[in-house]
C-alpha cells in the first residue's frame, strides 16, 4: 500500500500529463480513475484534501465535486473527518451468466484489437481537434434549422438530405477534383456505417476481403462481424505491395484514401492500382478520412469506374460525435443501397443533414479545414523534431498536416510493453503498431495523434515521450 506522500506524487504526476484544455475538474477525475483502475489496491488512502488542493492549485469544491462523483460510481468511499480510500467492489459471483450465451462473431470481435478505452491524453490517434472547432458558429446554424416550420426533419427520410448531398458533391470537386452526380452520393452515419452497409450488399458470409497490413482496426471488425473472411496484404510505402496474395479474386479490396492509416505517410495510387490488376476483385473500397493537403492523387478511386467507392466521414475532420458520412457509388449502385439502408437501419438524423449542409454552403468547413490542416502540419513538424533522434526509434513519419503519424522503433523493441509503460508510468497514450500488423508482418513502432495537444503544452509532453522511450530503451539493454 502506498504511502500518502508517495500517492500525492503519482497524483500530481498524472495530474499534469492531461491535455491543458481540459478543465480541473476533467483532469482530477481522469487521474483519479487512472490511479484507482492501474496502480492503487482496495483500501489506499487518498492525501488529505487540503494536501490535494494546494499541491494541484484546484479549489475545494472542485474536489469535493469530484470525490462525490467518483464515490457516487463506486470507486471511492469517505468518511467525514477520517479521510477518503479506494473502494473497489467485489462483484458478486453468479452460477450462471446473467444474459445469454453471445456468438461466435463477438467472442472474436471482443479478443481482437478495438478502439481503447483511453480516449484522452495528448497522443491519442484518431482523434480531432475538438478545443477550437466552431462549434458557436454550429449551434448558430443548429438553432437557425429547429424552426418549427422544419418539422419534416424529425421524420424518417429515404436517400439523405439532398441539399447536404449537393453540398458534399461541391466539397469533393473543391478538394479532390472529384465530380460526381448527386444520385452517386449515398448519406451514412460516419465510415464505420458505410463499411457495414457496403459489406452488407455487395458481399455474403464467407466471402473474402483484402486489406492492408498495418490494417485500419475498425474497417476489420466491420468486415468480419458482417461474417466476411480477412485476408492482409502487406504494404512498403517505398516498394509497393510484398507477397502478393493468390487467387481466387476477393469480392472487396479496402484501402484507406489519400493518407496510410495507421502509418501516417502518403498512399501511392500506383502500388493500389498494381494490386487491383493481381487480384481483380469485384469491388474496390476506399476510405479518404482526412482532407488536410487537398490532394486527390494517391486516391485509385474513379467516379466513371463501375466498381470503385469512395468512403467518407466528417467525424475526422470535424467532431466524432456528428456521426455522419457519406458513400460515392457507381450510379447502377446507388439505388440499391438506399433500399438496404432502409431496410435494414432506417435513416433519420435530417436535422443534422441540415445543419451540416448550411455549414458547407457558408464556407465554414473549407475555412475550417484550411486553419486546422496547417495547425497539424505544424503540430507534427514539432513532434517530428523532437522524437527523430530518439534512442530506439528508426524513423518518424514525415510531417502532414494529418491528425496522426507513425512511429517506427527498432525491431527488436517490443512495442506493446513499451505501449503498457508509456501509459502506466507515464500517462501517456501510444498505440503498438504490432496490433495492427497481419502475420508476416514485422514492424514495431508507436501511432500517435496530434489533435489533442498544441504548443508548450504539445512541446512538454513531446520531451516527456522522447524521454520516457530513452528510458525504456535503456532498461532493454
Given at each position: 500500500?502506498?504511502?500518502r506522500?508517495?500517492?500525492?506524487t503519482?497524483i500530481?504526476?498524472g ?7 481540459l478543465t480541473?475538474?476533467?483532469r ?17 488512502r487518498?492525501?488529505g484534501?487540503?494536501d490535494?488542493c ?8 472542485t ?13 471511492l ?5 477520517r ?7 467485489t ?21 481482437d ?19 477550437h ?9 443548429y438553432?437557425?434549422v ?10 424518417y427520410?429515404s436517400g ?10 461541391g466539397?469533393l470537386?473543391?478538394w479532390?477534383g ?15 456505417h ?44 517505398r ?18 484514401g ?17 494490386l487491383?490488376?493481381h ?8 476510405d479518404d478520412?482526412e482532407?488536410g ?11 466513371r ?7 467518407g ?9 456528428l ?10 449502385l ?7 439502408r432502409t431496410?435494414?437501419?432506417?435513416e ?9 449542409a ?20 505544424s503540430?507534427?513538424r ?23 503519424l ?5 525491431p ?17 497514450v ?11 508482418d514485422?514492424r514495431?513502432g ?9 504548443g508548450?503544452?504539445?512541446t ?6 522522447a ?8 532498461q532493454?539493454?
Amino acid at each position: 500500500m502506498e504511502d500518502r506522500r508517495r500517492a500525492l506524487t503519482r497524483i500530481e504526476s498524472g495530474y499534469h500529463a492531461q491535455p491543458d484544455h481540459l478543465t480541473k475538474h476533467q483532469r482530477l477525475e481522469q487521474t483519479l480513475l487512472w490511479l484507482i483502475e492501474r496502480h492503487w489496491q482496495k483500501g489506499q488512502r487518498l492525501p488529505g484534501h487540503r494536501d490535494l488542493c494546494a499541491s494541484l492549485g484546484v479549489a475545494r469544491n472542485t474536489l469535493a465535486g469530484v470525490i462525490e462523483r467518483l464515490v457516487q460510481q463506486g470507486h471511492l468511499i469517505t468518511d467525514h473527518g477520517r479521510g477518503t480510500w479506494v473502494h473497489k467492489p467485489t462483484p458478486p459471483e453468479v452460477s450462471a451468466p446473467a444474459t445469454g450465451p453471445i456468438s461466435r462473431r463477438a467472442h472474436r470481435l471482443l479478443g481482437d484489437v478495438g478502439a481503447s478505452p483511453v480516449q484522452s491524453g495528448a497522443f491519442v490517434p484518431g482523434v480531432p481537434d475538438i478545443v477550437h472547432f466552431p462549434l458557436a458558429r454550429w449551434r448558430q446554424l443548429y438553432s437557425r434549422v429547429t424552426v418549427p416550420h422544419n418539422t419534416l426533419l424529425l421524420a424518417y427520410a429515404s436517400g439523405g438530405y439532398g441539399p447536404l448531398k449537393r453540398a458534399i458533391a461541391g466539397f469533393l470537386a473543391r478538394w479532390r477534383g472529384i465530380h460526381c452526380e448527386l444520385d452517386q452520393i449515398v448519406i451514412t452515419e460516419g465510415a464505420h456505417h458505410g463499411l457495414q452497409l457496403c459489406a452488407l450488399a455487395l458481399a455474403d458470409e464467407g466471402d473474402r476481403a483484402v486489406m492492408d497490413s498495418p490494417f485500419y482496426w475498425g474497417a476489420r471488425n466491420v468486415f468480419q462481424a458482417c461474417g466476411l473472411s480477412v485476408d492482409h496484404a502487406i504494404w512498403d510505402p517505398r516498394h509497393g505491395y510484398r507477397q502478393p496474395l493468390p487467387a481466387p479474386a476477393p469480392r472487396l479490396v479496402y484501402f484507406t484514401g489519400s493518407h496510410h492509416y495507421p502509418l501516417g505517410v502518403q498512399s501511392v495510387n500506383a502500388h493500389k492500382q498494381a494490386l487491383i490488376q493481381h487480384l481483380a476483385p469485384e469491388w474496390v473500397l476506399e476510405d479518404d478520412y482526412e482532407f488536410g493537403d487537398g490532394d486527390r492523387q494517391p486516391l485509385a478511386f474513379d467516379p466513371r469506374s463501375g466498381n470503385r467507392i469512395l468512403v467518407g466521414s466528417f467525424s475526422k475532420l470535424m467532431f466524432p460525435g456528428l456521426r455522419l458520412g457519406y458513400l460515392v457509388v457507381p450510379s447502377a449502385l446507388s439505388h440499391t443501397l438506399n433500399r438496404v439502408r432502409t431496410g435494414v437501419f432506417r435513416e433519420g438524423r435530417l436535422l443534422d443533414q441540415a445543419v451540416l449542409a448550411a455549414f458547407i454552403d457558408a464556407g465554414d468547413l473549407d475555412r475550417w479545414c484550411h486553419r486546422i490542416a496547417a495547425d497539424y502540419l505544424s503540430r507534427q513538424r514539432e513532434l517530428h523534431a523532437l522524437l527523430a533522434e530518439t534512442p530506439g526509434v528508426i524513423a518518424v513519419s514525415p510531417p502532414a498536416p494529418n491528425i496522426s503519424l507513425s512511429v517506427e522503433l527498432c525491431p527488436t523493441l517490443d512495442d506493446e510493453r513499451l505501449s503498457h509503460y508509456l501509459l502506466n508510468r507515464h500517462h501517456l497514450v501510444a498505440r503498438p503498431l504490432s496490433r495492427v500488423c497481419a502475420p508476416g508482418d514485422t514492424r514495431r513502432g508507436l501511432v500517435l495523434g496530434v489533435g489533442m495537444a498544441e504548443g508548450e503544452a504539445l512541446t512538454r509532453q513531446g520531451r516527456r515521450l522522447a524521454a520516457a522511450i530513452r528510458t525504456f530503451v535503456e532498461q532493454q539493454a
